[in-house]
């Protein structure tokens, strides 16, 4: 659907059931949830659709082997229990992935075998594979490019992979095609608690990024699910500015992902360091092609849009790698780098540092005014969390009470075509699913632009996936970026024709090339895609 004819669509509605606003994964599983039961949703983001965190993940569906080591067997036994149902849900974007942990010392196989065992039990059904003790042998057969010195053997357990950013068009996606009106580049500058004698109510102001029309949608209930930036839209409904709050619900942490050649690593099995010379833990993980490096869990308080590494961040990720790598990897060598802001649940009295002991567990809160605000959380328990935004919009009476449970069988837009899928190759068609056909109806369906995107996909992308520029081309409905920012700029001129044929008012070419430069490394720290 054209933009123009989304904007109308806005306003054609005098009042919402639910408006949602962030379009991540949090907020979207929010609004499928909520118009699978019935409801009239509206769901407003102020960039694209997860361009923030949600894009920007280390690709992981995992019930968190080191939760073990917190003995939250709970939350491990919920988020095991909810990566299966996402495997089920998106086959086309999501699949099981074997780990190794490589073992220098006789103690460590059987160490984590134990813990990882007991991650076995926690799945139960839900299991994806056994754990096993490997030999020196099947270690270096499952990762070619670790470490040979001293090596023993390693630990093999499985846990899930996905494409994040495309699971979040495929959620946003079923959304609108269940009813729910989606709106990305839709800034919620204001929202006020209306009262009348009929029902109380809530009018939001929406601001459009390229017009800069204001327009005012009204709703009964509202949810903010905008990430780490949650306490910037609870301020403004409070007329104060974040500093201001009494409690603040985020302590944002960083986590910085460096891409190169799967060639270091060779094979299709991910790798995991349990613990570098510093004490925190270290992935190789094959996707989409490519190597990831990562990941580095630094506090921050500042929240820009487009976040950069640290030096030190870089230097940890570099160096550890280099050790736990057959070459060392230098910073010649990286592709890309991105950087996703964790909204990790702030507690009461926090103290300076330590991101790595706060909870991942979501939080939802209602505010003075009736705004409701969830943070916290992972991608792998988007559903649940969603679930548990709408339990307490009933118990607020915000909402009538409906019966849910729906996501758990509801497959996502694109599944079901059966096939087998891999995230380890270079992205392909497969990406799309059953839509694939649609795809290639498009005009340009033989016309490759760089890294297996034609000229048809980027027309879909316009047409079916809200994209409206280069960047939500290159970065999210295609990983370029992500995978080789020297090629993503390479082919985003190219992009930028197809987009303004297609009626896009600004593919905003130049900043894209910008972000380019930044993404990759060269003299200087590199910039998050």
Same mark, same amino acid.
């Given at each position: 659907m054209k933009r123009a004819a989304l904007l109308e669509s806005l306003s054609r509605q005098s009042v919402y059931d639910l408006a949602v606003v962030g379009g991540g994964a949090t907020g979207l599983g929010v609004a499928l949830d909520a118009v699978l039961r019935g409801f009239s949703v509206v769901l407003l983001e102020s960039h694209d659709f997860g361009s923030g965190t949600s894009s920007r993940s280390t690709k992981l569906l995992h019930g968190g082997v080191r939760y073990l080591a917190q003995g939250n067997l709970s939350l491990v036994r919920e988020a095991l229990a909810e990566r299966g149902t996402v495997l089920r849900l998106a086959p086309h974007l999501a699949q099981p992935l074997s780990f190794v942990m490589p073992a220098y010392h006789w103690w460590q196989s059987p160490f984590y075998g134990i813990g990882l065992k007991l991650y076995d039990l926690l799945a139960g059904a839900a299991g994806l594979g056994r754990t096993e003790l490997l030999s020196r042998e099947r270690t270096l057969a499952s990762l070619p490019g670790v470490n040979p010195q001293n090596l023993l053997g390693g630990v093999r357990y499985w846990d899930g992979q996905f494409d994040d950013a495309r699971l979040v068009l495929a959620l946003g996606r079923t959304a609108e095609a269940a009813g729910a009106v989606l709106m990305n580049y839709s800034k919620v500058t204001a929202v006020r608690r209306q009262a009348d004698s009929a029902a109380a109510r809530f009018e939001l102001d929406v601001r459009d990024h390229f017009s800069g029309e204001v327009r005012t949608v009204a709703a009964r209930c509202v949810v903010n699910a905008t990430g780490v930036w949650v306490d910037e839209l609870r301020a403004a409904t409070q007329g104060q500015v974040p500093q201001t709050l009494v409690h603040r619900m985020v302590s944002p942490s960083q986590g910085v992902h460096v891409v190169v050649d799967q060639t270091f690593l060779g094979g299709d099995?991910?790798?995991l360091v349990p613990k570098t010379r510093d004490g925190?833990?270290?992935?190789?993980?094959?996707?989409?092609?490519?190597? /990831? &490096?990562?990941?580095?869990?630094?506090?921050?308080?500042?929240?820009?849009?487009?976040?950069?590494?640290?030096?030190?961040? &870089?230097?940890?990720?570099?160096?550890? @790698?280099?050790?736990a790598l057959n070459r060392p990897?230098?910073?010649?060598?990286?592709?890309? /780098?991105?950087?996703?802001?964790?909204?990790?649940?702030?507690?009461?009295?926090? @103290?300076?540092?330590?991101?790595?002991?706060?909870?991942?567990?979501?939080?939802?809160?209602?505010?003075? *005014?009736?705004? /409701?605000? /969830?943070?916290?959380?992972?991608?792998t328990t988007y559903r649940a969390m969603a679930e548990d935004v709408l339990e307490r919009c009933f118990d607020e009476r915000l909402l009538p009470r409906k019966p849910g449970g729906l996501t758990e069988h509801h497959a996502l837009l694109g599944a079901g075509s059966g096939q087998p899928i891999s995230l380890h190759v270079a992205p392909g068609l497969h990406l799309y699913g059953t839509e694939a056909q649609r795809v290639t109806a498009c005009p340009g369906a033989e016309t490759e632009l760089g890294m297996g995107l034609t000229e048809a996909m980027v027309r879909?992308?316009?047409?079916?996936?809200?994209?409206?520029?280069?960047?939500?081309?290159?970065?999210?409905?295609?990983?370029?970026?992500?995978?080789? @920012?020297?090629?993503?700029?390479?082919?985003?001129?190219?992009?930028?024709?197809?987009?303004?044929?297609?009626?896009?008012? *600004?593919p905003e070419l130049d900043a894209f090339l910008s972000l380019c430069r930044r993404s990759k490394l060269s003299s200087a720290v590199g910039c998050a895609s």
């Open positions: 099995t991910a790798l925190r833990v270290l992935f190789a993980v094959p996707w989409l092609g490519k190597l /990831v &490096l990562g990941t580095t869990d630094t506090p921050r308080q500042d929240l820009p849009r487009d976040p950069e590494p640290f030096q030190e961040e &870089l230097d940890f990720i570099l160096s550890e @790698a280099s050790l990897v230098g910073r010649e060598d990286v592709r890309s /780098v991105w950087v996703g802001l964790r909204p990790l649940v702030a507690p009461a009295r926090q @103290a300076e540092g330590a991101t790595k002991t706060l909870s991942r567990e979501h939080t939802i809160v209602t505010g003075p *005014n009736g705004l /409701v605000t /969830v943070t916290g959380g992972k991608w879909f992308a316009v047409r079916e996936e809200f994209a409206q520029t280069v960047e939500d081309v290159l970065a999210r409905r295609w990983r370029s970026l992500f995978l080789d @920012a020297a090629a993503a700029a390479a082919m985003a001129p190219s992009v930028a024709s197809i987009l303004l044929d297609e009626g896009c008012a *600004n």
